[in-house]
């Protein structure tokens, strides 16, 4: 019986199947050192796209090639990537749990954030779709968000696409509101502050993300009568399912990296 290997890529993507466990949080490895350049941009889409991949077990070192190859073509700073990632963050929100979910969830903002100003016109269509899951559309508002950042020229067109969305936020997700007031804040954006305010008035900003107080500060608002602002509980039913559970430790984990990230900003 002939070996064949299970995934076939070309050198030196082929690369990719064997440099293991991708680190989350933490700096990413400098690709450029295994001689990727624009050929290899067709393969590199192949492999982070590559379901069977996405879905393999987690204790192979093959499975975080999907995570290595888009890392890859972020470094690169092609537009290419930016449809085959907005496709994974649609994929992801059909299976929001699973472990490769996650790595889409966490990396897709950084992603955007190297492609840098391309990316803004894609991102603020995808925050506008209401058929996409919400984890995608806040990794696309925290997207916006890293470019800002790394292209401060970008701010305000990135700005503006974070207030578009939280405009509607009596017809959102309190999530999604938390998400996108984290990231005005995270850009202090002080010409989104009464905008902020009315959401938070209205009780349609999840608390958990980020509270009242936690906002003044970086967007230049007085301490108001805390009677004004209850804090949002909410409901919740006698015996969590699995999924809510799931969903929690998403959340707790969700406000840890953009606590982390403030921090690493400072």
Not at 22 to 40: C, I, K, V
Not at 62 to 73: D, F, I, K, T
Not at 134 to 152: K, W
Request: glycine share 6%; aromatic share 8%.
């Amino acid at each position: 019986m002939s070996d064949v290997p299970k995934y076939d890529y070309p050198p030196p993507v082929d690369k990719l199947l064997t440099l293991g466990e991708a680190a989350f949080l933490s700096r990413w490895d400098n690709y450029a050192r295994h001689g990727f350049g624009p050929d290899h941009i067709p393969d590199l889409i192949r492999l982070a796209t590559d379901q069977a991949l996405l879905e393999e077990d987690s204790e192979k070192p093959e499975a975080s090639a999907p995570v290595h190859a888009w890392r890859v073509l972020a470094q690169m700073r092609t537009e290419a990537v930016l449809g085959p990632m907005l496709e994974l963050l649609d994929r992801a929100g059909e299976a929001p749990y699973e472990g490769w979910s996650e790595a889409v969830w966490e990396d897709a903002p950084q992603v955007f954030g190297l492609v840098g100003p391309p990316a803004i016109p894609a991102l603020k269509t995808y925050l506008a779709g209401k058929s996409h899951h919400l984890y995608a559309r806040s990794a696309a508002a925290d997207g916006l968000t890293h470019i800002a950042i790394e292209f401060p020229e970008t701010r305000g067109e990135c700005v503006q696409g974070l207030m578009e969305a939280l405009e509607h936020f009596e017809e959102e997700d309190l999530d999604f509101n938390g998400t996108l007031v984290v990231d005005l804040c995270q850009l202090k954006a002080k010409e989104a502050a009464p905008l902020v305010e009315r959401a938070f008035l209205a009780g349609c900003v999840d608390t958990f993300l980020i509270g009242w107080q936690d906002a003044q500060q970086p967007l230049g608002l007085p301490d108001p009568p805390e009677e004004l602002y209850p804090p949002y509980e909410p409901a919740r039913s006698a015996s969590p399912s699995s999924q809510s559970k799931k969903k929690a430790k998403r959340k707790q984990a969700q406000k840890s990296r953009k606590q982390n990230r403030r921090k690493k900003r400072k």
